[in-house]
T-cell receptor
């Protein structure tokens, strides 16, 4: 499985932007970059995904480097509710039945704390 | 309805007990997943079902036995577990299995304690 590297933890102030980095230097051309987050005592939830272009949705923005070896999840105005573990995950397009490629495989993630 | 419902929320069992965890979704999804999450660790994939057939078993011990009786329901049967199997068991679903752009919807999990 392709690997990602994220900082163990980050801190943010409420109502300020947060930039969560992810390195994925071994990414292949058809791997999708997914972000999930897990709030305390809850299951993970989807945040955003992208392939090459930057992506925006109601929750966040995803900025993907031109060489695709890194990406950044941007929360435009952090709230206390955004305190969670954020996971950056690569999903390989080359999926075969019986193989694990393309499955959602979680790394260690970044624990985001938001201060009032 | 975008919910994945897991029952029970908490389960305590002895090493000789047989119990089951249940997961239900009514989104018409044809892929369902079991993950295991130990405290302060990321979720680990255990099983994947696609169209009610087992597609992936990530070398999970046979004391965990999954079952997918229909497209909405996923069970995890537990027998002769060890204390180290104590964890949060998460169920998820997605529209289809092979779409890597698809979103997985997770339940809140069943917290299992093995005494």
């Amino acid at each position: 499985d392709a690997k990602t590297t994220q900082p163990n933890s980050m801190e943010s102030n409420e109502e300020e932007p947060v930039h969560l980095p992810c390195n994925h230097s071994t990414i292949s051309g058809t791997d999708y970059i997914h972000w999930y987050r897990q709030l305390p005592s809850q299951g993970p939830e989807y945040v955003i995904h992208g392939l090459t272009s930057n992506v925006n949705n109601r929750m966040a923005s995803l900025a993907i480097a031109e060489d695709r070896k890194s990406s950044t999840l941007i929360l435009h105005r952090a709230t206390l509710r955004d305190a969670a573990v954020y996971y950056c995950i690569l999903r390989e397009t080359n999926m075969n039945y019986g193989g694990s490629q393309g499955n959602l495989i979680f790394g260690k993630g970044t624990k985001l704390s938001v201060k009032p | 309805d975008t919910e994945v419902t897991q029952t029970p929320k908490h389960l305590v069992m002895g090493m000789t007990n047989k119990k089951s965890l249940k997961c239900e979704q009514h989104m018409g999804h044809r892929a369902m997943y079991w993950y295991k999450q130990k405290a302060k660790k990321p979720p680990e994939l255990m099983f994947v079902y696609s169209y009610e057939k087992l597609s992936i078993n990530e070398s999970v011990p046979s004391r965990f036995s999954p079952e997918c009786p229909n497209s909405s329901l996923l069970n995890l049967h537990l027998h002769a577990l060890q204390p180290e199997d104590s964890a949060l068991y998460l169920c998820a679903s997605s529209q289809v299995y092979v779409d890597v752009t698809g979103e997985l919807f997770f339940g809140e999990g069943s917290r299992l304690t093995v005494l």
